[in-house]
């Protein structure tokens, strides 16, 4: 768990001491490729630390998915707003390859937060940083221009144009694959 630890660290400061009382809430956890972490419908009552692999959440709408975020290495992912106020989720989260994880238990992790400030301001830089990055993609994908989104991507997060694969990628964007096909092309071009 040293990379969680590390990842902790990086936001808040976390005293040996408060590491100790989050052991408690936190079980390693692997997934296999498709595999849900969360389903919609389900109250998402945990936070996932992946370590390794990816994963993606999603929405069924009509009996398509609709990709609404891609989740890598060194991130939590959740419903926060599922985890936040005990409701159903309003997404599926799926793994796209193996992971490796450290689930947090929400019960768990509250009782460690009543014992520990570090653990409570830990626990809202942890949201925050979760939050800020959806307002990301939410921003890229209500202001910029298809082509855009991907100059954006490839500026900013080229891993996910070498990890995701077309169709996911297009579903996340909001264009077609074909568009999205014909947008790498003309980038290529030089």
Known sequence: ???????????????????????????????????????????????????SGYCRSCVVMEGLERNTGFFFENAIVTDLDSFGKEKPSGVEIIACDPMETVVFNKQKLFVAAQASPEIEALGRNCIREFASRQEEFSRLLRLYSPEDRVSYLEQYHPYMLQRIPLTQLASFLGITRESLSRIRRRRMRP
């Open 1 to 51: 768990m040293e990379k969680l630890l590390d990842y902790l660290k990086s936001l808040s400061g976390l005293s040996s001491e408060s590491w100790q009382l989050l052991q408690p809430a936190l079980t390693r956890r692997r997934f296999r490729k498709k595999e849900y972490l969360s389903r919609q419908g389900e109250v998402c009552d945990r936070l996932f630390y992946v370590e």
